[in-house]
């Protein structure tokens, strides 16, 4: 079986041909005998072994609370540090972490306790942070109208990779099969650079 973050058809997309790309992915699975299971949003969403809840363990996020709504749904967590930090130094443990370089968007304080998390493309969430008196919002990735908006509002921003930050559900999901089902597991690394 194979366990994905992002799923092969989006809901809010018409059903798909099985042409092209799809139908390579599709055929692998086929040919292979394989089952495919993909949990976009469970993945973002699980508040102990999601990539959000795993993203605030490895920062030392304390009191997580959800938000980040997307459609209504709250995908991330915010919450506090137990001391104030330097926005390098967590930039630098992601940095280890996740085996990506972040980029940082120092717009606001440079030492901060109050931190969200959204993985993925949660730059949608930058208005919300601020809203929230959020110090700094980890995210995947992005967009230049959200880069501007947290500028505009003077909000430290770091993203840290739309797939970095997307690989922990998977993984700790993974290891939670391996433990309940005595299966052998492991993770298959493809990195897109964003």
């Given at each position: 079986?194979?366990?994905?973050?992002?799923?092969?058809?989006?809901?809010?997309?018409?059903?798909?041909?099985?042409?092209?790309?799809?139908?390579?992915?599709?055929?692998?699975?086929?040919?292979?005998?394989?089952?495919?299971?993909?949990?976009?949003?469970?993945?973002?969403?699980?508040?102990?072994?999601?990539?959000?809840?795993?993203?605030?363990?490895?920062?030392?996020?304390?009191?997580?609370?959800?938000?980040?709504?997307y459609d209504a749904v709250?995908?991330?967590?915010?919450?506090?540090?137990?001391?104030?930090?330097?926005?390098?130094?967590?930039?630098?443990?992601?940095s280890s972490s996740l085996?990506?370089?972040?980029?940082?968007?120092?717009?606001?304080?440079?030492?901060?306790?109050?931190?969200?998390?959204?993985?993925?493309?949660?730059?949608?969430?930058?208005?919300?942070?601020?809203d929230l008196g959020l110090?700094?919002?980890?995210?995947?990735?992005?967009?230049?109208?959200?880069?501007?908006?947290?500028?505009?509002?003077?909000?430290?921003?770091?993203?840290?990779?739309?797939?970095?930050?997307?690989?922990?559900?998977?993984?700790?999901?993974?290891?939670?099969?391996?433990?309940?089902?005595?299966?052998?597991?492991?993770?298959?690394?493809?990195?897109?650079?964003?």
């Amino acid at each position: 079986m194979v366990l994905v973050h992002h799923g092969f058809l989006w809901s809010r997309k018409p059903i798909q041909p099985f042409r092209g790309s799809f139908k390579k992915m599709l055929g692998i699975l086929f040919e292979n005998d394989l089952s495919a299971y993909a949990a976009h949003l469970p993945l973002d969403l699980h508040a102990e072994h999601g990539n959000n809840a795993v993203l605030c363990r490895l920062l030392g996020v304390r009191n997580k609370r959800l938000w980040g709504a997307y459609d209504a749904v709250a995908l991330g967590y915010w919450g506090e540090l137990l001391c104030t930090e330097s926005l390098f130094s967590i930039a630098r443990k992601l940095s280890s972490s996740l085996c990506f370089s972040p980029k940082i968007l120092a717009y606001g304080k440079q030492r901060v306790k109050r931190i969200g998390v959204v993985s993925g493309g949660g730059g949608f969430a930058v208005q919300e942070a601020a809203d929230l008196g959020l110090d700094l919002f980890i995210t995947g990735e992005v967009k230049q109208h959200e880069a501007v908006l947290a500028r505009d509002l003077e909000l430290s921003v770091i993203a840290a990779g739309h797939y970095a930050t997307e690989t922990l559900g998977v993984k700790a999901a993974a290891g939670l099969l391996q433990k309940k089902f005595g299966v052998k597991t492991f993770f298959v690394d493809a990195p897109t650079g964003v």
